[in-house]
């Protein structure tokens, strides 16, 4: 197999340096591969290559720019099999919140944390596009990735949620939206400014199935491929970053076209 590889990467370094000596397509290229395979060793093959490549670096910018676009095209490939085999849980799961029109016929999801300042960022985006599309229904998908304190957090968010579904979207503004870092102390004072009952609030985070969500949503990202926030799922595509409003919204026009033909 050494021999085999040797051969194979000779032959790779051979094919480099005809083409730097412009050997390749001549009568006699086939036989001058075939000779220079036998008399080059692997000092000399390492030597070919390497001045090939100082000669001609812009072929290493190529081959890294082939390999990104394959690992692009893998990724996507993968994540439309997880997202048609999983579209109940990412876009309807009970244990999401839901800003803009509920029952919108065009959707996005944020996997998000309440410490991310990407996310802060992006949270204007968000207000934007819920505001200029009255058709849009925007799942938040709790998503505490950046510690303990994003886990209280959000462990407060989803307590809030279900004992006041109504007030959840100025919740998750302020709070995400809030100066410092987000805990549960933070978390709770804004809970009850907002109108919470502490005891009611309090044994609500004790719900088990809080756990449960976040888990279910660590697998999610997982299988998605998604390890920071925030990042999105529109349509078919995952969209990872905040890349801001206009691109946003381009991916859910796309979106909203594909399913208007029935192509997703």
Do not use: W
Request: overall charge negative.
């Amino acid at each position: 197999m050494k021999k085999a590889l040797l051969l194979g990467t000779t032959g790779i370094a051979v094919a480099l340096a005809m083409l730097a000596f412009g050997l390749a397509g001549s009568p006699n290229a086939a036989h001058a591969e075939t000779a220079a395979t036998t008399a080059l060793d692997k000092k000399q093959v390492e030597t070919i290559v390497r001045d090939y490549l100082l000669n001609n670096p812009e072929l290493l910018l190529e081959m890294q720019g082939a390999l990104e676009a394959k690992q692009k095209e893998e990724q996507r490939i993968a994540s439309l099999s997880v997202i048609k085999e999983s579209k109940d849980e990412i876009f309807n799961s009970k244990f999401d919140g839901i800003v803009g029109n509920p029952d919108g016929k065009i959707t996005i999801v944020e996997f998000y944390d309440y410490n991310c300042g990407y996310c802060k960022r992006a949270q204007a985006d968000m207000n934007a596009l819920v505001k200029t599309n009255p058709d849009l229904r925007f799942v938040l998908k709790e998503f505490p990735i950046l510690g303990p304190d994003s886990q209280k957090a959000h462990v407060v968010s989803m307590a809030f949620r279900k004992l006041m579904p109504e007030k959840y979207g100025e919740f998750h503004d302020k709070l995400l939206g809030g100066e410092g870092r987000a805990g549960e102390d933070s978390a709770v004072k804004l809970a009850l400014e907002l109108g919470a009952d502490e005891a009611k609030l309090r044994e609500a985070m004790k719900d088990p199935t809080i756990g449960e969500a976040f888990n279910r949503t660590y697998d999610l990202a997982n299988k998605l491929q998604i390890s920071g926030t925030p990042s999105y799922v529109v349509g078919n595509e995952v969209v990872f970053g905040a890349l801001g409003q206009d691109v946003l919204a381009e991916k859910i026009a796309a979106a909203a076209a594909c399913q208007a033909n029935s192509t997703c």
